[in-house]
């Protein structure tokens, strides 16, 4: 018998203005729109069925905080129908960009029209059958999106899937960012080997990118201000700030706790680092060469 997803409650509708002042061109690199369900179908398998979430209500949320641009992910429970994130990209303008699904695939003709509407990433995802794609063709379609500009990005659950992708990411040619922390958790801590193997993919190579997101689902500790995961923060920060870029995560898809609210994360930032020049990186010029603003 067919398990029916569970559905999302929604996220917290009254964002706080946060105690960081966002940077001009302020970034959040990851975030979703949901909706509306009549127009837009939901993947037959997937984990979640989210509420409608549309792009005015994300806007709603995004002036509060200062966020200023935007890189829609097209996310799982859509399986590979760009739709929602595409129509969403030509209704916002210039200041926003997309992070596709594909099936492996996918023509050269469907990526030309995903790029010219605003595209300039693919995720892949190491739980696939929830309507995602794999990583087992990560080669091939890094290959097919290298003259494109695009980034490929892994959403891994756990870190210890990423000690095994580590001779794989080294061959790459094109620029690949790590989702969530590479799905550390804050219990492992900072010296547990996959997050050292983390730190030192970032050190050692010009193409990895970290996003720091999701670190809400990722804190074992129940604080409110996700506190036991700054050192985890902190570390990354030390070790490549040009290489880290801030998302939300709006709105908590599959989030069943109490939900975070946006202007409390962008403020978590101000609390790994006083440093006024690692903010606008991480929060604007790092996004803005990522996925071409600039």
Not at 16 to 42: N, R
Not at 143 to 170: F, K, N, S
Request: charged share 25%; with cysteine.
């Amino acid at each position: 018998t067919a398990v029916t997803p569970p559905t999302c409650p929604p996220p917290d509708p009254d964002t706080k203005t946060p105690k960081l002042k966002a940077p001009p061109g302020a970034c959040d690199t990851h975030c979703h729109v949901f909706g509306p369900a009549a127009k837009y179908g939901f993947a037959p398998v997937r984990r979640y069925t989210p509420p409608d979430c549309v792009l005015e209500d994300y806007l709603r949320m995004a002036r509060t905080i200062g966020i200023e641009r935007t890189v829609l992910v097209n996310a799982s429970c859509h399986g590979t129908d760009n739709r929602p994130t595409l129509d969403a990209i030509a209704q916002a303008g210039d200041n926003f960009r997309g992070v596709a699904v594909v099936a492996e695939d996918v023509s050269d003709a469907e990526l030309a029209r995903l790029h010219d509407g605003g595209m300039r990433g693919l995720r892949l995802n190491t739980r696939s059958s929830s309507g995602g794609v794999g990583t087992e063709h990560l080669e091939t379609l890094a290959a097919r999106i290298a003259d494109m500009g695009w980034a490929v990005e892994l959403h891994l659950h756990g870190a210890d899937q990423l000690a095994a992708m580590l001779p794989r990411l080294g061959k790459l040619r094109i620029n690949y960012i790590i989702d969530h922390f590479g799905g550390t958790r804050a219990g492992q801590g900072v010296d547990c080997p996959a997050f050292q193997a983390l730190l030192a993919l970032l050190r050692d190579s010009d193409l990895a990118w970290v996003k720091l997101a999701s670190f809400y689902r990722l804190s074992d500790d129940g604080s409110e201000d996700w506190a036991d995961m700054a050192p985890l923060a902190r570390a990354l920060i030390e070790a490549r700030p040009d290489r880290l870029i801030g998302g939300s995560n709006w709105p908590h898809p599959n989030y069943h706790k109490t939900m975070p609210n946006e202007g409390d994360l962008l403020d978590a930032i101000g609390d790994w680092t006083s440093d006024e020049d690692i903010q606008r990186m991480i929060l604007s010029h790092n996004p803005a060469r990522l996925f071409g603003f600039d």
